[in-house]
Structure formats: structure tokens, C-alpha cells
């Protein structure tokens, strides 16, 4: 009963704080493991004849990382202490983590990557191969944040040059207020800055405590008074098919069919496909995929 109320005193509900336990003490486990599989070297740091622990030191991580060494000394300890994301951004900067440990570290850390989404677990290499098989229809992977996570060679050249655009940029919504090219080849280019406007805000009701979100509106409001403007009207729309016309520098005027095939059972990573509305759309974008092919012949 003692235990009982003790637990209800902290307001904590036991299996919460247990889960919280073990999450931080695998947290400290990584961390270590990976500390110890660096070498001095590999940081510009000389080895030294006195050293004994097998990889980096503590005080050497923090400091590479720009962190107290008494704060990182307790995150190897599973303390119960607040990480930020930018701690964990130089933690996984300075261990050299790839994609898969970057993951996994914010994971147990219980934050949310800001970085734009590069890598998806819904992108396998059959969806990749299905990308392929559907040229000459342009299609694309996105999340809800309008992360372009995958696309096939004909989408690669239906708005812009995707190979041109750093993996930072390759947002549609940021695209679609920010990129000068992108926004040539929307015929209808205010309706749909509003329809995807309206259509991020509806999504990011369930997000909003999340940084790669909060982080995502900052820029956009920073890098466009159009989006500050269409934003600050509170609109909010559901996903829902469309048609849509482009202006390709290639091939002229295509008229589309939009739809959104979702890879999960959740609204997150989705498949755009747009389809040929006509028969002369279906003549360009086969027209468009010949192109896309013959600039990636080397």
C-alpha cells in the first residue's frame, strides 16, 4: 500500500516510469557502444601512450559535441534528465551515426528527428522497383509533411529538375512557395499553394509539439510572405483526389489526375500518382519519360 501510494504521489503510473527506465538505460548502452567503437583518430584527437578505454573518452564526446561533461556522464548513466534535439543532432554528428542509428537514437531519446525525412521504412525496394514500373505516370513518395521520400524518373522532370534540388529542399510545400521553377509548371499555382497550405495545417494538429514540424513552418514562414499570408487564414481541407494541369518545359501543357495511395494503415507516407488525363497528356509524359531516360544515360 506504501508502494501504492508513493506511486500515486509522483503522479507517474508505474508502467510509464519503468518504460522510461529501461528506455534510458538502452539509450546509455548505445551510447557507450558506440563512444567506444570511434578512435581518437577518426576525430583528429591524438591517442596518447596513457589511454585506456578502448574508443573515445567522455569528456572527449562532450566536448566534441559542445556539451557539460558532467550532463553526458549522466546520459551514459540513464539519469532521468531532458535531452534537446539539437543535443542529439551533435551526439549523432559527432558518433558518426548513419541513418538507421540516428533513428534509433531519437527513438530512445523519445524526440522527433527536425531534419528533413531522407530515409522512409515504408520505401522498400519493391516500392522503389513499383516507382519504375509505373513510368511514364509520375509518381512520388511523400509524407504528411510533403517530404519528397522517393520518385520515379518522369516525376524527376514533370515540376523540375529533382536532381538539381538539395535533399534539404526536396519538399513540395516548400517547393511550391520558394522554387521559381516549381512554381512555372503549376498552371494553377495560388489554388494549389492554398489546397496544400490548408492540407498541412490540418495534418499538423497531430504534430504540433513535434520539432521536423515546428521547424518546417518556421521556414516557411521565414522564406515566404505568399505562405504567411495563406497560412494565417486558418484554412484546412482533407485529402481528396484532383485534377491538375502542368506547364513542362519540355513537353508543354499536361493535364493530370491526382491520387494519393497511402502505404500504411495511417495517414503518413503516401504514393502521388498523377495520371494522364487525356490521351495527348499520355503522348507528353511518354515524351517527358524519353527525355528523363536519355539524361541519365551517361
Not at 99 to 115: C, K, S
Not at 129 to 155: G, K, M
Request: net charge positive; hydrophobic share 40%.
Amino acid at each position: 500500500m506504501a508502494q501504492e501510494q508513493a506511486v500515486r504521489g509522483t503522479g507517474t503510473p508505474p508502467s510509464r516510469d519503468v518504460a522510461g527506465s529501461v528506455r534510458r538505460h538502452e539509450l546509455a548502452a548505445f551510447l557507450r557502444h558506440r563512444r567506444e567503437h570511434i578512435t581518437p583518430e577518426q576525430v583528429g584527437l591524438p591517442r596518447g601512450r596513457r589511454r585506456r578505454t578502448p574508443g573515445l573518452r567522455r569528456e572527449e564526446v562532450a566536448q566534441l559535441a559542445a556539451v557539460g561533461v558532467t550532463w553526458y556522464t549522466w546520459l551514459e548513466q540513464a539519469r532521468d534528465i531532458q535531452v534537446s534535439v539539437q543535443v542529439l543532432d551533435a551526439l549523432a554528428r559527432t558518433l558518426f551515426l548513419d541513418p538507421g542509428e540516428r533513428a534509433h537514437l531519437f527513438q530512445l531519446a523519445g524526440q522527433v528527428d527536425p531534419t528533413p525525412a531522407t530515409v522512409c521504412p515504408s520505401i522498400t525496394p519493391a516500392v522503389r522497383a513499383l516507382l519504375a514500373q509505373l513510368d511514364p505516370v509520375p509518381v512520388s513518395v511523400q509524407n504528411s509533411r510533403y517530404d519528397i521520400l522517393a520518385h520515379n524518373r518522369t516525376y524527376g522532370l514533370l515540376l523540375c529538375d529533382m536532381d538539381t534540388v538539395p535533399p534539404q529542399d526536396r519538399n513540395a510545400l516548400v517547393l511550391s512557395y520558394t522554387n521559381a521553377e516549381w512554381q512555372s509548371s503549376i498552371v494553377h499555382l495560388q489554388d494549389a499553394q492554398r489546397m496544400m497550405a490548408a492540407r498541412f495545417r490540418a495534418a499538423m494538429a497531430g504534430h504540433l509539439a513535434e520539432p521536423a514540424w515546428k521547424m518546417l513552418l518556421k521556414r516557411l514562414r521565414a522564406e515566404s510572405e505568399e505562405f504567411c499570408e495563406v497560412w494565417d487564414r486558418h484554412e484546412v481541407i482533407a485529402p481528396s483526389t484532383k485534377r491538375k494541369e502542368f506547364d513542362n518545359r519540355y513537353v508543354g501543357r499536361v493535364t493530370v489526375d491526382h491520387t494519393d495511395l497511402w502505404l500504411g494503415p495511417e495517414l503518413g507516407p503516401r504514393m502521388v500518382t498523377y495520371a494522364p488525363a487525356d490521351e495527348q497528356s499520355r503522348e507528353k509524359l511518354e515524351k517527358l519519360h524519353k527525355i528523363a531516360l536519355e539524361r541519365a544515360t551517361p
